[in-house]
């Protein structure tokens, strides 16, 4: 199973939105709705900002937000702040039983 | 308070076996689907293995297939990795995680395997 495609790295300016690509197949995110994005501070564990292409964890900040169209799904941060600088994975569950991650993409906030 | 406490990584001989444990409190165990992930140093989260909250299903990548093993004792709230024939591939931070649905959370702080001679 190979990894979804994420662009390596995205910046932005703080307030500007910016938007992280995730491609797959037809056999992961393009047939279920079961893409989650979490996102990663250098040494640390991830964490779950997405999941089901869109829904957000109780709690968690409304300047992220998620989206599918076809094999690919995105993963959107508006208002970016410095906080907001670390790496993003995507991952889907997949027709064999299995998960797939990301390649993974680091944002810096410029 | 959610906690899930990775222990058991170390340094091992390529062709070695390691036993890896996620110590859960806080939630419902048995109620989780239980997944280990693994993140080599400077690179990508890898989908490793999972199993079925009353541990009757297993699940497993191809490049673990055959060689690692997961298990959990539910009156224990423990889940377990025993990797075995360990190669320098292996080397990596090894996570687990609770799934529910299709979502990873939470996850643990992670346990580093060096696979080196």
């Known amino acids: 199973q190979s990894a979804l495609t994420q662009p390596a790295s995205v910046s932005g300016s703080p307030g500007q939105s910016i938007t992280i690509s995730c491609t797959g197949t037809?056999?992961?995110?393009?047939?279920?709705?079961?893409v989650s994005w979490y996102q990663q501070h250098p040494g640390k564990a991830p964490k779950l900002i997405i999941y089901?292409?869109?829904k957000r964890p109780s709690g968690l900040s409304n300047r992220f937000s998620g989206s599918k169209s076809g094999n690919t799904a995105s993963l959107t941060i508006s208002g970016l702040q410095a906080e907001d600088e670390a790496d993003y994975y995507c991952?889907?569950?997949?027709?064999?039983?299995?998960?797939?991650f990301g390649t993974g993409t680091k944002v810096t906030v410029l | 308070e959610v906690q899930l406490v990775e222990s058991g990584g170390g340094l091992i001989q390529p062709g070695g076996s390691l036993r890896l444990s996620c110590a859960v409190s806080?939630?419902?165990?048995?109620?989780?689907?239980m997944h280990w992930v693994r993140q080599a140093p400077g690179k990508g989260l890898v989908w490793v293995s999972r199993?079925?909250?009353?541990?009757?299903?297993?699940n497993y990548a191809d490049s673990v297939k055959g060689r690692f093993t997961i298990s959990r004792d539910n009156a224990k709230h423990t889940l377990y990795l025993q990797m075995d024939s360990l190669e320098a591939d292996d080397t990596a931070v090894y996570y687990c995680?609770?799934?529910?649905?299709?979502?990873?959370?939470?996850w643990g702080q992670g346990t580093l395997v060096t696979v080196s001679s």
């Open positions: 037809s056999s992961d995110v393009g047939a279920y709705n079961y």
């Open positions: 089901d292409v869109y």
């Open positions: 995680a609770g799934v529910l649905g299709a979502r990873f959370d939470p």
């Open positions: 199993i079925r909250g009353d541990g009757r299903e297993t």
């Open positions: 806080g939630l419902t165990f048995s109620d989780y689907w």
């Open positions: 991952t889907s569950y997949t027709g064999s039983i299995t998960y797939v």
